[in-house]
């Protein structure tokens, strides 16, 4: 994997075909990100760290893999707005001033986002894998910590809400040659990881996500 530095200017000569013309938000995943960081919780998956099921809260966009960097930052660009899973968690009822709602990879989410994320009529979900396992948060110590996901706390769990849209069978499939978009319980999912694709080859999946 590698991040284009800049990715949101291959689109700079199709901003207006491309832009955002309505009231739609991108939920930043802060909570995962911050999963991804060295001895964080997604160590823990990896089997680096058996003690590894809590992390420290990122305090910028670090705009990386983990966080859906490329994708974020080209609808960052294309005017769409921007929260993240802070802004949800601590004010659930924020998603009601939007008409749509584009998740990016927000694999680590609590509950009150979860239900927040899954109650809203219209969501986009850009990537597999998100909504896949549930933490909790003290923003006292500035931290998360993992309460069910994947085989934790015990094995045979395959999603940490038990949500029956999971997608994360799609994660893997980075290519997207065949890429579409299909009906979900309250929106559209993706049937492929986009992250890489999006830089270089991703007008029409942008178009696609305008106009759902």
């Not at 689109?11 to 964080?40: C, E, M």
């Not at 997604?42 to 003690?51: K, L, Q, V």
């Not at 850009?126 to 309460?147: F, H």
């Amino acid at each position: 994997y590698t991040q284009t530095k800049m990715p949101e200017l291959d689109y700079y000569k199709n901003y207006d075909s491309l832009r955002s013309n309505g009231n739609v938000v991108v939920v930043y995943p802060i909570f995962t990100q911050s999963a991804y960081n060295w001895k964080g919780i997604h160590d823990y998956y990896a089997g680096y760290c058996n003690s590894c099921t809590n992390a420290t809260i990122s305090n910028i966009y670090e705009k990386i893999y983990s966080a859906s960097g490329n994708g974020f930052r080209i609808l960052e660009f294309l005017g769409y707005q921007v929260i993240d899973d802070i802004d949800i968690d601590k004010n659930p009822q924020i998603l009601e001033k939007y008409d749509k709602v584009i998740l990016l990879h927000n694999e680590f989410v609590t509950k009150k986002e979860y239900e927040a994320i899954t109650h809203h009529p219209k969501v986009i979900y850009l990537y597999p894998n998100s909504l896949n396992s549930e933490i909790k948060t003290d923003y006292s110590k500035n931290t998360i910590t993992l309460v069910r996901g994947p085989d934790y706390p015990q094995k045979g769990i395959k999603n940490g809400f038990d949500w029956k849209d999971d997608n994360t069978t799609y994660f893997h499939d980075w290519d997207c040659i065949n890429w579409k978009f299909y009906n979900a319980q309250n929106g559209y999912m993706l049937n492929c990881y986009p992250e890489t694709m999006l830089p270089n080859n991703g007008s029409d999946l942008l178009k696609a996500i305008k106009n759902l």
